[in-house]
């Protein structure tokens, strides 16, 4: 009875501290790898049409219907400086600042804190006319890449956030609103650049960031393609870069957060 008792406590008091022993931890680990290596292929193979390029940053996408459905792969690189690769991938992960970035949302829910590092998310987004409107039921994980890990290459270190669709029986996808099925992963490495002496501390205007973005996304129902693709070719570059530059400003003052 008292073993019971503290297994019982025990569970509640430490909570999965990592993600490694909830049930969807499989899955995540998975995607999240599979995801990190799909953001580090090459995207100068050809099956890659640029759409949109301003500065540093290019966005390429591939044209892919499934059932008639739109589901174009969009596959973005960006390069910034003043903002590490932490300060970028924590606050395109964290709730409490995306109303601050995000335009395209009405309503998030944190459905479940699976652990410190993975939460599970619903948004509401706002209505695209003609369209229905559509929501996104996912888990969103955030992870530093060890610097042991061949994914670092020669970078300084390398942060992920993947987010995958999911499910939770706190909110049934019953058709009340279009449900979009989407796996997204943000990439980011920090380079010291350029480098600076021995002994001499490391300041913002050495920080150099590598960013690839990649996301599929299924709109779940009825769209019509053309309105879709003038959306995403509006919505995608508009989000990069008012994240990127979100961050930056935002972190302009206060001591590097590797
Ligand atoms: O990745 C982005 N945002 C993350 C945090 O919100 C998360 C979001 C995924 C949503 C994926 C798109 C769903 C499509 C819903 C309809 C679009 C509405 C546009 C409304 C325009 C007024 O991973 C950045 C997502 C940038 C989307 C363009």
């Not at 479940?112 to 369209?131: A, G, N, Y």
């Not at 779940?220 to 400003?249: C, H, M, N």
Request: charged share 30%.
């Amino acid at each position: 009875e008292e073993f019971r008792e503290r297994l019982r406590l025990k569970q509640l008091a430490a909570p999965h501290k990592t993600a490694m022993t909830h049930p969807l931890w499989p899955e995540i680990d998975r995607v999240t790898r599979e995801q990190l290596s799909y953001a580090q292929q090459d995207v100068d193979g050809g099956i890659w049409q640029l759409f949109a390029e301003e500065g540093e940053m290019k966005m390429y996408r591939r044209e892919l219907e499934e059932d008639g459905l739109v589901v174009d792969p969009l596959k973005a690189v960006h390069q910034i400086r003043g903002a590490s690769a932490h300060e970028m991938a924590h606050h395109f992960w964290s709730p409490d600042v995306r109303f601050e970035w995000e335009t395209t949302l009405e309503q998030v829910t944190v459905l479940d804190r699976i652990s410190e590092d993975t939460l599970l998310f619903l948004q509401l987004h706002k209505r695209v006319w003609p369209t229905a409107q559509r929501d996104a039921l996912f888990w969103s994980h955030i992870r530093e890449i060890p610097k042991s890990d061949p994914a670092n290459c020669d970078a300084h270190d390398t942060w992920i956030v993947c987010n995958k669709s999911s499910e939770h029986p706190d909110a049934p996808n019953d058709g009340k609103c279009v449900r979009v099925d989407l796996t997204i992963c943000f990439v980011c490495q920090t380079f010291i650049d350029p480098p600076v002496a021995e002994g001499e501390s490391v300041s913002r205007d050495n920080l150099l960031t590598k960013i690839t973005y990649c996301s599929v996304v299924n709109p779940g129902g009825w769209a019509p393609a053309s309105v879709l693709r003038t959306v995403y070719k509006r919505e995608y570059p508009k989000f990069l870069k008012r994240f990127t530059q979100y961050v930056i400003d935002k972190t302009a003052d206060q001591p590097i957060a590797f």
